[in-house]
């Protein structure tokens, strides 16, 4: 949605539309990762979070034609409604970035402690909201997949066919962090080491 008002306001023009997309989000993303991090420490914490944010390498992603800066920017207005006790936004902003990457559920057990900090502290069961929006956005954008593509499994067919992913439940991730000495990290990604 955002892509395609950026692709109008640039008239038609797709490169100038995913950067514009991209610039707003970028900004967005900085700017709430300061209120963040401002909300949480205090201002000199935050200029340098939001300093170390656009400084950090992964932030190149900003100048590519990527969604992660929208993701980011809808994570930490999540995280920062759940810091201020405002649950329904916080579930919210989490069901619109599990939307927009599925990566983004890790909301879904963050906002579920935040919940669980905020019944045992202080009896807020109002917070239960926030978890059980969060997952509801992954979900709506598979059934939406599943309905077009007439194939529930069409996202895990596509990540395994075109990027050679698979649910693993962290196996590979902790092949590649110990660098399976054995020789197939060089083996499979070049004399990296």
Not at 4 to 24: P, S
Not at 26 to 36: D, Y
Not at 121 to 139: C, E, N, Q
Request: charged fraction near 15%.
């Amino acid at each position: 949605a955002l892509l395609r008002l950026c692709y109008y306001l640039t008239f038609g023009k797709k490169a100038w539309a995913g950067l514009v997309a991209n610039v707003l989000s970028g900004g967005a993303a900085t700017v709430l990762v300061w209120a963040l991090a401002n909300r949480v420490r205090d201002r000199w914490t935050a200029d340098r979070a939001a300093l170390l944010f656009c400084a950090f390498p992964g932030a190149m992603m900003f100048a590519s034609l990527y969604t992660e800066p929208l993701g980011i920017a809808l994570t930490a207005a999540g995280v920062l409604a759940a810091v201020n006790r405002k649950w329904f936004l916080a579930g919210l902003f989490a069901l619109l970035a599990s939307a927009e990457h599925s990566s983004f559920i890790v909301l879904t057990p963050t906002l579920g402690i935040c919940a669980l900090h905020a019944i045992w502290t202080r009896r807020d069961w109002r917070s239960l909201i926030a978890p059980v929006l969060a997952p509801l956005g992954m979900l709506g954008y598979f059934a939406w997949i599943g309905t077009r593509y007439h194939d529930y499994l069409f996202w895990f067919q596509v990540e395994r066919k075109y990027w050679d992913t698979k649910m693993d439940f962290g196996k590979s991730l902790l092949k590649r962090l110990t660098f399976d000495w054995k020789g197939s990290w060089t083996a499979n990604h070049g004399d990296y080491i």
